[in-house]
């Protein structure tokens, strides 16, 4: 791996490594903490991994974490699961994400954008005074500490401020975003059983209004625990009988009184895709979460006052939840509600021109949505104020690398690209961007601060240059605290905890290189191994997609009852294109030639689409289950998936194969 790409596609110039947060930390640090004072970031990872609690210890001084009661000790146990971070602390999140009001009143806290691309501020003040006024209201229907307060919202105003307000009574947060159907948000909101609704009669994507009153309807009906219904009116219509009005609830000048609760205290349920069962329902911490996303949005991020943080994203996936943290570090979040390619390809673009975006997050497909659609961003959009463009969701490809890096190069932008790769798991990333380390094409620059990355084989041995498991070896502050109804622990322990006792196995393919950076070769779980050699469905998507004809592939190998073993690749192809013996021929050479002899598929197959989670993520191993002859309801959770009719196609491929 190490040798493929000697030469940097980018390297920081000696100014933006001076000006970096993370190189004022470490020589704080080192006065202050015993952190190296030389070495520059490995040495600091090093000491941050090695010296666990004089890291935390520094970060939660470094950002000012106001402790209301003080800790006994940074780490009270080790252990995993069961690590006990800051025994003894009180504190509260949402107190911390407003305090930039205090200095910064009339600047904008949050820029709200929607399909018109205008952009529409939330100050400060306004923000903080909203969310005093919402924290009474609930505090007046009953909300207490550890109560659920849930949401069926897009990314709007709205939402952030309902999730401090529950934050800042000692509410426990969850949401779901307004394109999941009756069943995906039953699936996952029956499980917390919330006391409060948030919810919006509809919402419009694509140029269209979606009307969900009916939804909510059912939700209403499904959820008995339900105190109050809060009716935000994004179309314009009344509140349904019973309903509280959003404006009623928001309106009052309320300071907002924020509930010191214990370091480990929920914040908010997240939730696993659930595409084979009922959604794993994620606790993280109020302390875990705010210590986490400081180090993650202003170390590795580099996030501060002056910058605007848009990352595209629902309040489905758990990156919402890590951009409205941006205001931790007094950032002027961005937040997009609607299509990411409404009216044209280049609508994230537009938007970040539009909003000042310093850091602009994107997923890798739409990089390579936009380079396969010949869209020029630097070239027809203002980004001068772009510093960093990050990408997660899947591995980033060699080919978005450099298209990106090249695009902006042409108006002379000194780009810092950033691939990132963590888990709604964490709420956070296990690695990727560091803003004084250079980036190499088709790798993610480093792990992150406090995170022992490593990268095993199946005996637990680590591995460099290898492909191996995923794993961290020491705690992370927002790892979950527990899954929500899972009283014995077993769920939790069996999703993470099963392959490698006391080690936190992910469930990805890493390399880990002998430079220090890391490559993300996909799920180990939907893993090709073809006579012993074993390689991620990610290389195979990154080499097959290059080819202008191939808009989507999904690739999975399946055992069979002989011994054998049957590798399809299934394809959708780009309007116009065919399946012919010459694409046909390319495919497999692409393959033969890019990768590996050996995972040149059995066969290609052209299907109508390719189905994804509502994150958008492809489900290959409901796939999988589907072609060993599972059947349709045991292979997959129908309200996980963006298309089930998709399915169908795999179902009957299934039956009528030999």
């Known amino acids: ?242 309903a509280l009005e959003w404006s009623a609830l928001t309106t009052a000048d309320t300071e907002p009184v924020f509930e010191q609760v214990p370091f480990d205290h929920p914040l908010w349920v997240l939730y696993s895709s659930g595409t084979t069962g009922l959604p794993k329902a994620i606790v993280q911490s109020q302390g875990g979460i705010l210590v986490e996303h400081l180090k993650q949005l202003g170390l590795h991020c580099d996030l501060g006052p002056e910058d605007r943080f848009f990352w595209y994203t629902s309040t489905g996936w758990m990156m919402w939840n890590f951009l409205v943290s941006g205001l931790l570090t007094g950032t002027t979040v961005v937040l997009y509600d609607g299509s990411p390619g409404y009216p044209d390809t280049g609508a994230q673009w537009r938007i ?137 622990g077993s769920r939790y322990h069996d999703s993470y905890f099963d392959t490698y006792p006391g080690v936190w196995r992910h469930g990805d393919w890493i390399t880990l290189t002998s430079r220090g950076s890391v490559v993300i070769h996909g799920r180990s779980d939907s893993t090709l191994n073809r006579q012993g050699v074993r390689m991620g469905s990610a290389d195979i998507y990154e080499a097959v997609e290059r080819l202008p004809e191939i808009k989507e592939s999904l690739v999975v190998g399946i055992e069979q009852p002989d011994g054998g073993y049957w590798m399809p690749l299934f394809v959708h192809l780009a309007p116009g294109a065919t399946l012919d013996d010459d694409l046909t021929d390319r495919i497999r050479k692409t393959i033969r030639t890019q990768l590996s002899p050996r995972h040149v598929p059995d066969e290609i197959i052209e299907v109508p689409g390719i189905p994804h989670t509502l994150t958008g993520k492809r489900i290959e191993v409901p796939v999988k289950r589907l072609l060993q002859g599972t059947p349709l309801e045991k292979a997959v959770n129908p309200g996980s998936i963006d298309d089930l009719d998709l399915l169908a196609h795999y179902q009957e491929l299934a039956r009528t194969r030999p």
């Open 352 to 488: 970040a021109e539009r909003t000042g975006a310093t850091l602009y997050g994107t997923s890798a497909a739409y990089v390579m949505a936009c380079r396969k659609a010949d869209v020029h961003p630097s070239r027809d959009f203002d980004l001068s104020a772009v510093k960093c463009v990050a990408t997660t969701g899947s591995p980033l490809p060699p080919d978005g690398f450099r298209w990106l890096h090249d695009e902006f190069a042409e108006s002379g932008a000194d780009l810092w690209i950033a691939s990132v790769s963590g888990g709604t798991d964490v709420c956070s990333c296990f690695a990727g961007a560091v803003p004084t380390l250079p980036v190499h094409v088709g790798e993610l620059q480093a792990p992150c601060l406090g995170t022992d990355l490593q990268s095993w084989d199946p005996s637990g041995k680590p591995l460099t240059d290898e492909v191996g498991e995923l794993v961290v070896t020491n705690p992370m502050p927002s790892m979950p605290i527990r899954f929500w109804n899972d009283p014995d």
């Open 1 to 242: 791996m190490s040798t493929v790409n000697p030469q940097p596609l980018w390297q920081p110039d000696p100014e933006r490594i001076a000006q970096a947060q993370v190189t004022t930390f470490q020589a704080w640090a080192a006065e202050h903490h015993g952190a190296p004072a030389d070495g520059g970031y490995p040495a600091l990872h090093c000491w941050s991994v090695e010296e666990l609690e004089a890291f935390w210890k520094a970060v939660t001084e470094w950002f000012d974490v106001r402790f209301t009661t003080p800790y006994e000790r940074v780490l009270g146990d080790r252990s995993m699961p069961g690590a006990r971070w800051f025994p003894g602390a009180t504190l509260n999140y949402a107190e911390h994400a407003l305090r930039a009001a205090a200095s910064r009143a009339d600047e904008p806290a949050l820029l709200h954008v929607d399909e018109t691309h205008d952009p529409r501020p939330v100050t400060w003040a306004d923000l903080r005074r909203q969310v005093g006024s919402l924290a009474a209201e609930l505090r007046a229907l009953g909300v207490r500490p550890g109560d659920r307060v849930s949401g069926y919202l897009p990314n709007i105003p709205e939402a952030v401020v309902a999730l401090l307000a529950t934050a800042a009574v000692g509410g426990v947060w969850t949401s779901c975003a307004p394109d999941f159907g009756a069943r995906s948000v039953l699936d996952r909101f029956q499980q917390v059983e919330p006391v409060v609704l948030f919810t919006v009669d509809g919402y419009r994507y694509g140029g269209k209004e979606h009307d969900r009153r009916e939804i909510v309807a059912e939700l209403r009906r499904e959820l008995p625990t339900l105190r109050a219904v809060v009716h935000i009116p994004l179309l314009g219509t009344d509140a349904p009988d019973g």
